[in-house]
């Protein structure tokens, strides 16, 4: 009776607004798009197949066990959709993203949890959310398992990253973050999600502060590798 109800309900929405695709403009069936694209303007996105080349590119930046990445930051259709998640205050985006990715890569290993990587509270506050932890939502959805979105903490709200050096980013990362003194009695495997890869700095670094707990991390799912 719901579902019936929810389908009458799409299907009226979709005779007096149709959806279309915010790339090609055509019309998109409800429930069908990939963050308001269509599935013919997502093969254009540069996805990444879950394959070895995947994991080896991957694994260039940020060497770890388990990965899965989405699609190439290379053009400005994707650079796009990356703007609207963060900062275009629609959290629904990047959620459905999730989700997406979440149907194409296979689960983490048993025992592990998603921790994402967090935004100083100051950034939180005026975005509305943190769009790695709305991400890892979005997963955890169909992949079954927990977030843990108190883990990991942004101690100093820095500028951004973008334009410097590997060494300035590591440098400047070592003291970004922390975290919640419950984390080492938490046994749980770590997987560290968030929505770009650039230099796996970001990564390495919160990765280190969850090692020095007693954590182990065994891998990371990004969005987008730029
Ligand atoms: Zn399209």
């Known amino acids: 009776m719901i579902l019936t109800r929810k389908f009458l309900c799409q299907a009226l929405l979709e005779g007096i607004a149709p959806l279309t695709c915010l790339k090609c403009a055509e019309p998109i069936p409800f429930e069908t798009h990939i963050a308001g694209v269509c599935s013919f303007c997502v093969m254009n996105w540069g996805v990444f197949e879950t394959d070895m080349t995947s994991i080896t590119l991957f694994r260039e930046r940020f060497y770890t066990e388990w990965i899965a ?4 930051l290379r053009d400005s259709g994707t650079r796009a959709i990356l703007h609207r998640c963060k900062y275009g205050g629609d959290p629904k985006c990047i959620k459905g993203l999730g989700r997406w990715m979440a149907c194409r890569w296979p689960p983490p290993p048993k025992g592990s949890v998603l921790t994402p990587v967090p935004i100083h509270w100051k950034r939180r506050l005026q975005r509305g959310y943190n769009q790695a932890k709305v991400f890892a939502d979005g ?10 979105g108190g883990a990991l903490l942004r101690v100093k709200h ?5 334009g410097s050096s590997r060494q300035e980013r590591g440098e400047v990362l070592k003291q970004t973050y922390g975290c919640d003194y419950k984390v080492n009695s938490d046994s749980r495997l770590v997987i560290l999600v968030d929505d770009v890869l650039t230099t796996g700095a970001t990564l390495r670094a919160c ?11 065994v891998g990371a799912v990004v969005l987008a590798m730029a």
């Open 69 to 72: 990445v989405g699609f190439r």
């Open 139 to 148: 997963l955890a959805e169909v992949w079954g398992i927990e977030v843990d």
């Open 158 to 162: 820095g500028k951004s990253l973008t």
């Open 207 to 217: 990765r280190d502060i969850l090692e020095k707990q007693g954590r182990k991390v």
